[in-house]
């Protein structure tokens, strides 16, 4: 799939999109009777230029009980109340000038002749357009079909590389029926973030934000407090390999997830083994160091033979995705066979869909798959494959079109990626969420243990999903509905593999009762 824009053409409406004007006359005639007569057949009639402006007035004077001057003044204040939307109008300018002459724009408009003379006057870029379209010249309103189809056969335009923009529903859907991309409009700015995100590359779009916000794409919480923490800034590392965008907290052993003092916990926070084990995995420690390390974790394992949270046997914490991160460590170094019991559960975990909740310290159930295929990637043991893989495929495809936020459908593509599984539904749903800025909305990635205040982080959420649309479009190059499963797209850079496969994994079958754990009759990949 290609996410490079096909669209050439754009049409506005004018009143309300392009330029705003007030209801409110110094006239008796209120807001809502000149609405009315706006709405009448006698008004649509003058629009479509089937009588004269002293005829309209005359004749909705007569309907609506009102003076014809009367009426005459009322459209006169709102004439003169006419302001163009200048914000849209050099958002449209930009987007036509960058596209090398390949974006046409046009105006179509419900107005009588003497109206558009009027609004001609106004000061706005009238050279903007190639063309401006009135019901008045045209003979036809929106929403008819045939004021449309005018304007379709006049510019040559292609409706399936068409743009319309108009603040009435039934017009957007009129242009809907003719195969154009609509847009509802009902506030400025949101409108110019869909047509950046119709008219650029995501791609291209997103890594300009994280360069524009290189060194400051720090993490938020959700009641505001900004965080300098390692944990984000090491996956933007993973996910970009582009040092220059982060700052980190220069340590040798072990990591703390704060950077300097913490904050919304206690004033002495320890270092935990979630942190150090990412940090071990994408710094690419020294083995001597990275060994030294994860014989310290061994002795941070409780009575379940589960590895803990943190450094400090005061604060007995469980997290199946601290479990997982710990075990992609272990796993790098050939050593994930002294953790048997922690992925153990962690397979009772995924089977049993204990994340769909999210975890102790992460807000979403793609945290724990997202960190459980990173898992498998890094360790590139096909023994361990054999044995969570099936059954990681199987939960990723139940979790695709689930509601989530931007951070968790890139989580959930890079995953569909990696396991070779189409998903064209959330990558849909991804894309749109695009700022106008060029990066993502923010998603919530993790939260405190106690207080449950959610923690995200723009920069993370965009480099995954700038790497989740680059993978998906490398590995499906055309939209596909096929269930079926293509060969894998690497979650990440593999720089430790286990050499030999571990031992344990190497036994028959019959002498499982050493390990009856590894062994279930149950069918992988089924519940």
Not at 54 to 79: H, I, K, L, M
Request: aromatic fraction near 10%.
């Amino acid at each position: 799939m290609s996410f490079a824009s096909s669209y050439t053409t754009l049409i506005f409406d004018i009143g309300d999109v392009l330029f705003s004007w007030s209801p409110q006359t110094k006239t008796s005639i209120s807001q809502n009777v000149l609405r009315k007569i706006l709405s009448s057949l006698t008004w649509n009639d003058y629009e479509r230029g089937r009588m004269s402006q002293a005829e309209c007035y005359a004749r909705v004077g007569g309907e609506f009980s009102v003076d014809p001057t009367e009426v005459a003044r009322a459209f006169q204040d709102a004439r003169d109340s006419l302001q163009s939307n200048e914000e849209l109008i050099s958002v449209i300018r930009h987007l036509k000038a960058r596209s090398d002459g390949t974006l046409h724009v046009f105006a179509m408009s419900n107005i009588s002749a003497p109206d558009y003379e009027v609004l001609r006057t106004k000061p706005a870029d009238w050279s903007l357009f190639d063309g401006i379209f009135t019901s008045a010249e045209v003979g036809e309103r929106k929403p008819n079909l045939g004021f449309y189809k005018a304007v379709i056969s006049s510019t040559g335009a292609d409706p399936s590389r068409t743009i319309f923009v108009d603040d009435k529903m039934v017009n957007v859907l009129s242009a809907r029926s003719l195969g154009m991309r609509g847009i509802i409009f009902d506030d400025t700015r949101e409108v110019i973030r869909v047509l950046y995100n119709l008219l650029g590359d995501p791609v291209e779009r997103g890594r300009q934000y994280l360069t524009m916000n290189a060194k400051k794409l720090l993490s938020v919480t959700d009641n505001g407090i900004l965080l300098r923490e390692n944990f984000a800034q090491l996956l933007i590392l993973e996910a970009t390999d582009n040092r220059s965008l982060i700052n980190l907290t220069d340590t040798y052993r072990t990591w703390n997830f704060f950077q300097g003092k913490p904050l919304l916990t206690t004033e002495e926070f320890p270092f935990d083994l979630d942190t150090t084990s990412l940090g071990l995995t994408v710094m690419g420690s020294p083995e001597d160091v990275a060994h030294s390390v994860m014989d310290d974790m061994l002795d941070y394992i409780d009575d379940d033979g589960i590895i803990q949270t943190y450094f400090d046997h005061r604060r007995p914490r469980v997290d199946p995705v601290v479990c997982v991160n710990a075990l992609t460590l272990f796993y790098s170094y050939g050593r994930g066979h002294q953790l048997d019991r922690t992925l153990h559960w962690i397979r009772e975990v995924l089977l049993h869909r204990a994340y769909l909740d999210g975890t102790r310290y992460y807000a979403t159930p793609e945290c724990f798959l997202y960190f459980l295929g990173r898992l498998l990637e890094i360790s590139s043991d096909v023994y361990l494959a054999v044995y969570i893989k099936p059954l990681l495929i199987e939960r990723v495809r139940e979790r695709i079109g689930a509601d989530g936020d931007a951070l968790a459908l890139s989580m959930r593509l890079r995953l569909c990626a990696y396991l070779g599984l189409h998903n064209d539904v959330d990558l849909r749903t991804l894309l749109p969420l695009q700022c106008e800025d060029g990066g993502w909305e923010i998603g919530w990635i993790y939260k405190y243990g106690s207080s449950g205040i959610r923690i995200g982080n723009r920069g993370l959420t965009t480099s995954l999903a700038v790497k989740a649309i680059i993978e998906m479009q490398k590995r499906f190059p055309s939209p596909s509905s096929s269930p079926s499963t293509v060969p894998a797209i690497p979650l990440v850079k593999q720089a430790y593999t286990t050499a030999q496969p571990p031992e344990r994994f190497l036994q028959s079958k019959s002498d499982s009762s050493t390990n009856p754990q590894l062994y279930s009759d149950e069918p992988i990949g089924q519940y």
